[in-house]
């Protein structure tokens, strides 16, 4: 329900009761004794706490458990630094296959690359399965130049660029390129802009001290206080300088996008900085103007060039020309995006609807109507939207050949899984998880197939761990089992509220999909709890709200008080939006304040929720609302067997009507 993201943060309160359905292994251990798993739960502690000595008691007392593995693991990666090499390879053998080994060897990859350990970087990198380590990639890459001096300065430039943080592995890399002339110095300011546009000075600082470290303190020093270093800059400027005035416009903006339109139109910087400097940041003024919903967001963006804009900028270029009813512009900056943005559901839709908007002859209409083609499906919310914009509905796709008991076994019997099963069912949910994606993404080294994806998902739903069920049936990319994709757990207790207040199932089941993935003791990091994740003070304000007598905030961890204070509260809430259904999920995420601002004003225009809905200033409450719509009109489709429309759902959201009163001031 809050900011966080929710999946990431799940730990489960206690150790869950194994069903009937446990995997053999997991069950005859339990049922056997407990004493084996409290101590691998105990190891689990030990190694958050950084206990070396505690793991190193503990691990012969797991022996041949089924999360030896894991208990292994910990032990050895909270000494990996003075652990030999003979050590680590006894590792690698003993546990071969496992996600524990190559996650080890992960670990010890980016030690050996900070320690400068080449020859056996270089002798173990090829073993690395997941390579999905950024840091791991460019270490290889500077093996390949040192080794070779092959011409690898492309792939890192790409690497490093699109690190959000300031790791290691990739600005040693660049460091390397720049110091052998490969890597220009234009790339190091690009890293620095974009982390002052990302409101991350570590990565600027980080960049520009690769040039010269007084230029670090230099950024640091513009990044608290930008006015004042503008202020100063009176005379020509050199590369240097202008690209530190870059830095300060970027920053300006990032505070005060109206002072950093007026002061980048002065005169001197635009006589002195080039046009694409100053459309760097008239892209940033917009992007921070459209995140505020400024009226004057698009006119902004307006004064820069398309083509000289980043992806993320042309993204809040399209939101504020939707906003503007500006189609024309939504075509120009979805023209200037990269090939792969382009291609995203998000923008391939809203560049369809502009060229439909504008279309003037057949040939035009023809190619709006292809790319609405090109992504209708019923598997997300923008999808959904290009059926309906064929004339097509939302309908539960027709169910894939039933598993044959070969797959089921295949399934079953697939250690990684089993292993990811019995560590959440012991209270290792984040270890369980990170294991049974590596289990599925890594199967045979190519990944499982969508019918391995869908017999994987037919045993976590047979466990009743919906969130792994939910998320391995979504990756099918030829057949859609909606019954996985779309369970409903608890349906009695649902269906049985809902009919009580009047409320839509259908709604309540894609709400609770996107908060808990239907997970009991589902807790956020920030106190959200149980299958509707619902805040404490949330709780308490609801239940006298309700009529709840008596009520004590544990109770919000049961099932049926959870449901029935989850669903009071989107109840009241949905009441106050007048029906919205994505005004009311927005509110649901980020507290009831925040939807009503993001209406606007009085003479505000009156808009498509979609549009709405895109132009959300948060990302997690931006994608938050579009999942739970589409997930509630897939749900419509299979609760009611007939058709759904995503629009009707949607409708339109505009400011509140002069004199109408709010149905509860007093909302969370």
Partial sequence: MQFSTILTSIVLLGVLTLSANTPAQAQSQVAGTTAPDQTILEMSQAFKKGNTKRLSELLPQVRDHTLEPWAAYWELRARLDSASPAEIQQFLNRFAGTYQEDRLRNDWLLLLGQRQEWGTFMAEYPNFRMNDDRSV???????????????????????????????????????????????????????????????????????????????????????????????????????????????????????????????????????????????WVWGVIGKRAAMRLSADALAYFMKGQDQLMQDDQLAWKVRAALRAGNWAQVVAATAAMSESQRQDASWTYWRARALQKLAKNEAERAEARRLLQSIASVRGFYEQLALEELGQRISAPARPEPLTQEEKDAARLNPGLDRSLYAIQIGLRSEGVREWNYSVNMHQRGGMNDRELLAAADLACQHEVWDRCINTSERTKNVIDFAQRFPMPHKDAVLKRTAQIGLDPAYVY?????????????????????????????????????????????????????????????????????????????????????????????????????????????????????????????YAALISGQPQSLKSRLGLVGPRELGAALVNTDLP
């Fill in 510 to 634: 894609g709400l609770i999909r996107q908060e808990s993935r239907f997970i009991m003791d589902a807790r956020s990091g920030v106190g959200a709890a149980g299958l509707m994740q619902v805040m404490p003070a949330t709780a308490s304000w609801t239940a006298k709200k309700i009529g709840l007598v008596n009520f004590k905030p544990q109770q919000i961890s049961e099932r049926d008080t959870n449901i029935a204070i989850g669903t009071g509260y989107l109840k009241l809430i949905l009441d106050d939006f007048s029906g919205s259904m994505p005004m009311a999920a927005a509110a649901y995420n980020a507290g009831p304040g925040r939807p009503r601002s993001w209406r606007g004003q009085t003479g505000a225009p009156v808009l498509e929720a979609a549009i709405w809905a895109e132009n959300v200033p948060f990302t997690e409450t931006r994608d938050y609302v579009k999942k739970v719509l589409s997930n509630t009109t897939n």
């Fill in 137 to 279: 990639q460019c270490y290889a890459l500077m093996t390949d130049f040192k080794s070779s001096e092959r011409d690898v300065v492309q792939q890192v430039e790409a690497l490093w660029l699109a690190q959000r943080d300031a790791d290691a592995g990739c600005a040693a890399a660049a460091e390397q390129q720049l110091k052998a002339r490969k890597l220009p110095p234009q790339t190091v300011w690009l890293r620095a802009r974009l982390g002052f546009e990302n409101d991350n000075l570590r990565v600027a600082t980080q960049a520009v001290g690769l040039l010269n470290a007084e230029w670090a303190t230099t950024a640091s020093a513009i990044y608290s206080n930008p006015e004042h270093y503008l202020e100063g800059k009176l005379l020509a400027l050199r590369l240097r300088t202008k690209e530190l005035v870059t830095l300060a416009m970027i920053r300006l903006a990032a505070k005060d996008p109206a002072a950093a339109a007026i002061e980048i139109d002065k005169l001197r910087w635009k006589t002195q900085l080039s046009q694409e400097e100053r459309s």
